[in-house]
């Protein structure tokens, strides 16, 4: 990018972050230090981690959200679990089970199901390969990658396939005693994809993602 | 010992952007650099009060009814952790008890202790009150589990006639309180808790 036409305001801004650094949590003004990978800076005043350089974390990132995307997929398209009582068997998918509480008139419980344990993590997912993708590559970042990221943070608490899953496995112990359980493939797939997200979402290094789009806009 | 406040700056919380035009958006991610949220008191207690609200119907009402040839038997989350201990899951009960019932009240406590205390200008250290806030932090999105033990029976016990398990009144309420208590615990400023303990800045008032 030519430097000489970005506006001044945000070459002041970039040349002030690239001396300073604050933590968020005490506000505390700090000279940026410069980590290795695989190192961390403290605020000497609160001792919270201000921020990790992680130790290739584009590669990682891309690796573990590829692993996650195939997981996805493969929990969405097969068959989660199988119910048998007396005779009766009954098989879902995720799919179906959150189409299965819409019809039956549950309709907030299939919203919150269809966004936290699919529509979150999916776009969670898909934006954190988006920008690895684009800093493994030229390593060109823009607004695009600016709006992703953001996104990214914001619906990082909302995310939770993890809990999904230990509720689930509540509800097995509580259905037990009821009807005989089978679990399909997809279980199995949601089980991997929770541990992948849990390590993926820590893998990407938060601060070379915003300094390296800073320096470029 | 600085805080960007002292020097005219802010930092948006959002990317870890400083500025030193404190209010404008931030040129790198578009989210707002104020020095401190503004009213974020006032959100906090408004999603507190509105999760505590929410809490009563969620605890009084029943999560989960179950139609069964037996007959209809609705049940709340205490009902449920008393009968998961009585059939002797104790693990899992004590899951259910800790995610739905301790987590929620620890949560609704320290949001308060730390909204009040901001408030109040309580001389406490804060350092500890700094560990009470990662802490909620870190907890504050378990207790969704009730509400996904309740959607996983509803989903998977519709056998024709026989037995079919559905959410009660009480889930929705549940599950509204667990959301509006993340929000409050987000609005929360954790640099407001510093705020007393920086020598000159008692002049702020926070809001």
Known sequence: MNVQSRPSRLIAVEQLNRDWVACPYCDEVWARPDLLEGERARCGNCHSIIFIRKTRSAERTIALMIAALILFITA?????????????????????????????????????????????????????????????????????????????????????????????????????????????????????????????????CKDTVWHNIRGQL | MTTTRELGWALCRSCGTLTDQPGEKCLVCGASTEIRKPQSLQYVWAFWFAGVLAYIPGNVLPIMVTDSVAGTSPSTIIGGVISLAHHGSYVIAAVIFIASIAVPMTKFAIIAWLALSIQMRWKLSAHRRHIAHEAIEFIRRWSMIDVFVVAALAALIQVGGLMAISPGTGLDAFALSVIFTMLSANSLDPRMIWDASHPGEEKHVAT
């Open chain 1, 76 to 204: 969405m398209s097969f068959p989660f679990m199988r119910m048998e009582k007396s005779g009766l068997s009954n098989e879902i998918s995720v799919l179906d089970a959150v189409s299965i509480l819409w019809t039956n008139d549950m309709h907030f419980v299939a919203l919150l199901c269809a966004g936290f344990i699919l529509l979150f993590p999916l776009a969670r997912i898909l934006l954190l390969l988006f920008i690895g993708v684009s800093l493994l590559g030229k390593g060109e970042t823009g607004r695009p990658h600016a709006w992703s990221f953001r996104l990214a943070q914001l619906i990082e608490p909302w995310t939770m396939a993890e809990i999904f899953m230990v509720g689930v496995i509540v509800s097995l112990v509580k259905v037990g005693k009821l009807a005989d359980i089978t679990l399909g493939p997809a279980f199995w797939s949601m089980t991997g994809l929770m541990i992948v997200l849990t390590i993926g979402g820590q893998t990407i």
